[in-house]
């Protein structure tokens, strides 16, 4: 009996063109916590923030732009990418954490799902093809891909749209520090059946809600004139998050190599969520420790946070889409290859695909 395989076949993504450098943030009031104001000037505070993240500049989508435009603009490069009818797909999935968000009026909408307005937005006719929401964090685009190679080897889609879309730039608390690091963007990927080799051949998800389900959340401002119970944003606990990333996501990348039977010395590609750059690099790090190797290979692990900032659901993505189209100077696929794709944010969740280029 032949085993269906969960291949990709198109990518595309929507990198928005307004610019917000570092600099930019020079004016802001900065807060803590417990509300009082950061006595350090804002010069050292970017100074910093750059030396941790690796973040000059991020991208935030222009004025009228919605989380759902972004997506709709990176699938139509995916679908065309692909060669394939749209009225083909079996299933749209978005992934992203806070819906369409007005730049104006900072209020997460979500009814419809995100993937309705995508298929509406295609002007999709096909009544079966299903579209709904993925709200996982981070991993969500990576959850999505998971979920979609399942409809795919039960039958239940041929062709399968994944979208990672997301507008934090539109939840995020001008006094507090860490929102400096969000950025927006969108990245799309078709996930076709195949009888051929290749394409998705492991993956591995985990949730640890208990005594982590508050490392990312919700809540007012840091400065206590600008709180109200009408408006919220993004905050996190930068220091446990961390702690997490590295203790759970270098492990779990193991396991789903092991599942997949791969050696890490066999992997050409590491595609992993990008919310700081010495945080990634000590993941990596200890991936291949784990390993008993203690220099990472150069050029494994493709980085864009520099320029993007942490777009969420929609960085890996991204750096998918910049990989298969040979926009990354030296980071170039051949068929064969072994890719990894990870991530991991808010449950807190993280997850893990080894995927074979065809």
Known sequence: MTTIQARITGTGSYIPTQVIKNEDFLQHDFYERDGAKIELDNATILQKFH???????????????????????????????????????????????????????????????LAARVKEKLQIENPYCTAYDVIFGCPGWVEGMIQAKRLIQLGEAKHVLVIGAETLSRIIDPHDRDSMIYADGAGATILSASENDGGIIAHMTRSDALNHARLLWMDESYKEAAKSDKEVFIKMEGRKLYEYALTTVPPLVKACLEKANV????????????????????????????????????????????????????????????????????????????????????????????????
């Open 263 to 358: 050696a890490v010395t066999d992997v050409k590609k590491v595609l992993i969520h990008q919310a700081n750059e010495k945080m990634d690099e000590a993941m990596l790090y200890r991936l291949f420790k784990s390993y008993g190797i203690r220099q990472v290979p150069e050029g494994v692990m493709p980085m864009i946070i520099e320029k993007m900032g942490n777009n969420s659901v929609a960085t890996v993505p991204i750096l998918l889409d910049l990989v298969m189209r040979n926009e990354l100077e030296n980071h170039e696929v051949q068929s064969g290859d072994y890719m990894v794709f990870a991530s991991v944010g808010a449950g807190m969740n993280c997850n893990a695909i080894v995927y074979q280029v065809p």
């Open 51 to 113: 030396k941790i993240t690796g973040i000059t500049e991020r991208r935030y989508a222009s004025t009228g732009q919605l989380a759902s435009d972004l997506a709709y603009l990176a699938s139509v490069k995916a679908i065309e990418n692909a060669g394939i009818d749209k009225e083909d797909l079996g299933a749209i999935i978005v992934a992203h954490n806070f819906g369409d968000v007005e730049e104006k009026r900072g209020v997460v909408d979500m009814l419809p799902s």
